[in-house]
């Protein structure tokens, strides 16, 4: 009797726990989308892009470049020279040249260009031992002394050297005049030892030292 009770008790318990569970549960799925394109342009301030200036052509601002300079161009480069000062002036061996360039100085810092050629021969007199200089002074040589020895007019513009001879490389430059097409004369470019510059002028057979 007690096992049959206890039985209907349980069947009773099970049955009322089902009852109170109902139906399964609803599942609900959010589906998230995107926001459609363009929909948020209303809201975004979009800048409109500034115009650049016009740029103008060519033509209404520039001038044409010439396909060539009409003036001639200027030799530069290194040369061998000798040199000597004398009292009143100088001489200038111009190796390429084989020229002896005479300086008659008429004033401070300028004065006549005068230009011969050299045509000293090793196995000549170098120097005139019968001419004997003043203390401190000296007997020009080889070319230049053979210049100044037979030419009686260079021998009093110059006077005596006041230095021996000495040689060393100067910067040379040389500018043509007129055009390509018309030469005219020129002028050159030369240094002393010291860096005197000298400016050589063929319009006129002058020289003169430049700053």
């Not at 030799?75 to 000798?82: E, K, P």
Request: net charge negative.
């Amino acid at each position: 009797m007690h096992l049959r009770l206890l039985f209907c008790l349980a069947l009773l318990i099970v049955l009322s726990v089902s009852g109170c569970q109902g139906p399964p549960p609803t599942v609900y799925v959010l589906v998230v989308t995107a926001t459609p394109e363009g929909e948020l342009a209303t809201s975004t301030t979009t800048a409109e892009a500034t115009p650049l200036a016009e740029t103008p052509t060519t033509s209404s601002t520039l001038q044409p470049t010439p396909t060539t300079d009409p003036r001639p161009t200027p030799t530069t480069g290194q040369i061998q020279i000798a040199e000597q000062v004398f009292e009143k002036g100088r001489m200038l061996w111009i190796q390429p040249r084989q020229q002896i360039w005479v300086m008659q100085e008429t004033t401070p810092g300028r004065g006549k260009w005068l230009i011969f050629d050299d045509t000293f021969k090793d196995g000549e007199l170098e120097s005139d031992p019968a001419i004997i200089p003043p203390d401190q002074k000296y007997q020009p040589e080889r070319g230049f002394g053979k210049l100044w020895r037979t030419n009686q007019d260079i021998r009093s513009a110059l006077g005596w050297g006041i230095t021996p001879e000495f040689g060393y490389v100067s910067n040379y430059e040389y500018h043509p005049g007129g055009t390509v097409e018309a030469l005219a004369p020129g002028y050159h470019i030369l240094y002393s030892l010291y860096q005197e510059k000298f400016r050589f002028n063929e319009t006129d057979g002058t020289w003169e030292k430049v700053s």
